[in-house]
């Protein structure tokens, strides 16, 4: 159940995920651009018992001390040391500024007696002289101070022909995945957060009995559309349903909003998506219909209020009732305000009120 509420966040908010995962990408791609490219050259040395050794007693022992790592990895350690790497740079006469963000380490191959020298810097050239420099100044070193064994070269260093950094493809890759996932994160956060909001900003401005929107948001859309949509068309309209009026006091509050809310559904049912739909008092529902003018909407309501003549049933009673509907039109003019809008359509829905057969009415300038 809550895995189908995430698919259906991110079904909703793909287009936020997308966003996160290409600026992800974009992001790697520009430090990758801007990262100066860094080489690496190995050099790899065997280390093994000294040949010299006059006793098969001495080899084997030499062999036992071989194979508990910790000559391996000392040398390793005399290779990466500070000590080697200044004489290094003494040796090839170069200014310690040149090498200053190189660096090197050495490794233990995993199950075997190899070290592995590593050297990285900008330089493929002087990251593989330094290699092959270190490993011999370190094997001489090594030489002079231990006996039972002895190291050499395996493998010398050559010059790297591509950088290890940057990587654009896979920095990139990992950007990505990470928008990803700091997408989802967002996805899932905000919408944790509008529903409740939505919720409460519901409560403020939707009547709870009848669904739809409060009298004082409804005078508040109709301000926004005249000050927005100065040249387009706009209808007010009014919608009383006489047979409420006994109704309202005498049903329980469960069955009333049973009833009203079944009203607002209908009515949306007969408007487009865009028209709006408000509660004005207990018997009255107002209707904004946007970008329509006064005959196209009068044609609307007397549509709407044939649709009402008809007996609509209280489920939870099982009874039928008349609702007896009455509805007046007023459309927008130049320069109209809200209260005058208002008052034209409250004059509409008199006229048909007290009209013999309670037509839909248009209030006109000559009305």
Same mark, same amino acid.
């Given at each position: 159940?809550?895995?189908?509420?995430?698919?259906?966040?991110?079904?909703?908010?793909?287009?936020?995920?997308?966003?996160?995962?290409?600026?992800?990408?974009?992001?790697?791609?520009?430090?990758?651009?801007?990262?100066?490219?860094l080489y690496r050259a190995s050099a790899t040395f065997l280390v093994y018992p000294n040949a010299n050794l006059t006793s098969s007693r001495d080899m084997v022992t030499s062999l036992d001390t071989l194979d508990r790592k910790s000559v391996s990895?000392?040398?390793?350690?005399?290779?990466?040391?500070?000590?080697?790497? &200044? &004489?290094?740079?003494?040796? +090839?006469?170069?200014?310690?500024?040149?090498?200053?963000?190189?660096?090197?380490?050495? $490794?233990?191959?995993?199950?075997?007696?190899?070290?592995? %020298?590593?050297?990285?810097?900008?330089?493929?050239?002087?990251?593989?002289?330094?290699?092959?420099?270190?490993?011999?100044?370190?094997?001489?070193?090594?030489?002079?101070?231990?006996?039972?064994?002895?190291?050499?070269?395996?493998?010398?260093?050559?010059?790297?022909?591509?950088?290890?950094?940057?990587?654009?493809?896979?920095?990139?890759?990992?950007?990505?995945? $990470?928008?990803?996932?700091?997408?989802?994160?967002?996805?899932?956060?905000?919408?944790?957060?509008?529903?409740?909001?939505?919720?409460?900003?519901?409560?403020?401005?939707?009547?709870?009995?009848?669904?739809?929107?409060?009298?004082?948001?409804?005078?508040?859309?109709?301000?926004?559309?005249?000050?927005?949509?100065?040249?387009?068309?706009?209808?007010?309209?009014?919608?009383?349903?006489?047979?409420?009026?006994?109704?309202?006091?005498?049903?329980p509050e469960l069955v009333l909003t049973g009833l009203l809310h079944k009203v607002t559904s209908m009515l949306h049912d007969q408007l487009r998506g865009n028209d709006l739909v408000g509660r004005w008092n207990n018997t009255t529902f107002s209707?904004? %219909?946007?970008?329509?003018?006064?005959?196209?909407?009068?044609?609307? +309501?007397?549509?709407?209020?044939?649709?009402?003549?008809?007996?609509?049933?209280?489920?939870?009673?099982?009874?039928?009732?008349?609702?007896?509907?009455?509805?007046?039109?007023?459309?927008?003019?130049?320069?109209?305000?809200?209260?005058?809008?208002?008052?034209?359509?409250?004059?509409?829905?008199?006229?048909?009120?007290?009209?013999?057969?309670?037509?839909?009415?248009?209030?006109?300038?000559?009305?």
């Amino acid at each position: 159940m809550i895995l189908r509420q995430y698919l259906r966040m991110m079904q909703k908010l793909w287009w936020a995920v997308a966003v996160c995962v290409l600026i992800g990408w974009c992001i790697a791609l520009l430090i990758s651009y801007n990262t100066v490219p860094l080489y690496r050259a190995s050099a790899t040395f065997l280390v093994y018992p000294n040949a010299n050794l006059t006793s098969s007693r001495d080899m084997v022992t030499s062999l036992d001390t071989l194979d508990r790592k910790s000559v391996s990895s000392t040398y390793a350690n005399i290779l990466s040391s500070v000590r080697v790497f &200044e &004489e290094t740079v003494r040796k +090839l006469k170069l200014d310690p500024k040149q090498v200053v963000d190189y660096r090197d380490y050495a $490794i233990v191959q995993t199950d075997s007696n190899i070290l592995e %020298l590593t050297v990285e810097g900008n330089d493929p050239t002087m990251a593989s002289l330094l290699a092959n420099n270190i490993g011999q100044i370190g094997i001489n070193y090594i030489k002079g101070i231990y006996q039972v064994f002895d190291i050499s070269f395996l493998d010398q260093a050559v010059d790297p022909s591509e950088p290890f950094l940057p990587n654009p493809l896979r920095d990139g890759g990992i950007a990505a995945g $990470i928008g990803l996932i700091v997408g989802m994160l967002l996805v899932v956060i905000s919408e944790t957060i509008r529903i409740p909001l939505e919720a409460l900003r519901d409560r403020f401005i939707r009547d709870k009995v009848s669904g739809a929107f409060t009298q004082t948001h409804f005078r508040a859309c109709i301000e926004r559309e005249l000050a927005q949509n100065q040249a387009d068309p706009m209808s007010l309209a009014l919608l009383e349903l006489e047979g409420l009026e006994d109704l309202v006091g005498a049903l329980p509050e469960l069955v009333l909003t049973g009833l009203l809310h079944k009203v607002t559904s209908m009515l949306h049912d007969q408007l487009r998506g865009n028209d709006l739909v408000g509660r004005w008092n207990n018997t009255t529902f107002s209707i904004l %219909l946007i970008a329509t003018p006064g005959t196209a909407a009068t044609r609307t +309501l007397e549509r709407i209020r044939l649709t009402f003549m008809e007996p609509i049933e209280i489920e939870a009673a099982g009874e039928r009732i008349k609702l007896n509907p009455v509805a007046g039109v007023a459309s927008r003019h130049e320069d109209e305000t809200t209260e005058r809008l208002i008052q034209r359509a409250v004059g509409a829905l008199e006229k048909a009120s007290q009209s013999e057969d309670h037509r839909t009415v248009l209030f006109t300038h000559e009305s």
